[in-house]
């Protein structure tokens, strides 16, 4: 009997085990919690309570124990959306393969650490007020399909980078601030 109970045990245990987020997931959620708001309207964060399991929070999708997509706001069109600037802490989420973030009114600069991405196939921050330039290191990120940075502030050039990805195939870049030539890119054929 006391085989059978401690078998229990350890079977619970390991059951619970896998249902935990890695550790540097979960500290990469809460920095990015602390740096976005909900606008008055808005109540995406309202499940985001981090005494509970994060892979249940809206917006985030979770394969095994890392974050696989972050979609960050309310997709609904009367959502105001979020505020606030993206934390460097999202180039921890090593899995992250879909990253979007709703309109909303989301500022400065897209961190340089969208760069460590390098699973990231999906790259969607649009209607927002981002600025700066265009992070060059997003052209290592070779399974980047689409990327739409659209309805932004941006400035400065498309980084040559860009034109050799791979596998792009939409490219977004419409009304925003960028001066320059557009890059020759490698994968043309696709390119939409």
Not at 71 to 89: F, V, Y
Not at 136 to 153: E, K, V
Not at 174 to 182: A, D, E, I
């Amino acid at each position: 009997m006391k085989i059978s109970t401690f078998s229990l045990v350890l079977l619970y245990f390991f059951q619970s085990a896998r249902a935990i987020l890695d550790p540097v997931d979960f500290l990469a959620l809460q920095s990015i919690r602390r740096s976005l708001h909900d606008v008055p309207g808005s109540n995406f964060f309202s499940s985001w309570d981090f005494t509970g399991d994060p892979c249940s929070f809206a917006g985030v999708y979770c394969v095994s124990d890392k974050v696989f997509a972050l979609n960050l706001g309310e997709t609904r069109a009367s959502s105001p959306g979020l505020t606030g600037k993206i934390d460097t802490a999202i180039g921890k989420l090593s899995a992250l393969a879909d990253l979007t973030v709703s309109p909303g009114r989301i500022y400065g600069h897209l961190p340089q650490s969208i760069s460590q991405l390098k699973n990231l196939k999906f790259l969607g921050i649009s209607r927002n007020f981002i600025s700066g330039e265009i992070p060059a290191g997003l052209g290592q990120l070779h399974n980047l399909r689409t990327i739409d940075l659209s309805y932004n502030q941006l400035s400065g050039t498309i980084p040559p980078s860009i034109g050799k990805l791979p596998v792009l195939n939409n490219l977004i870049l419409r009304h925003n601030r960028l001066t320059g030539s557009v890059p020759s890119f490698a994968s043309a054929q696709n390119l939409n």
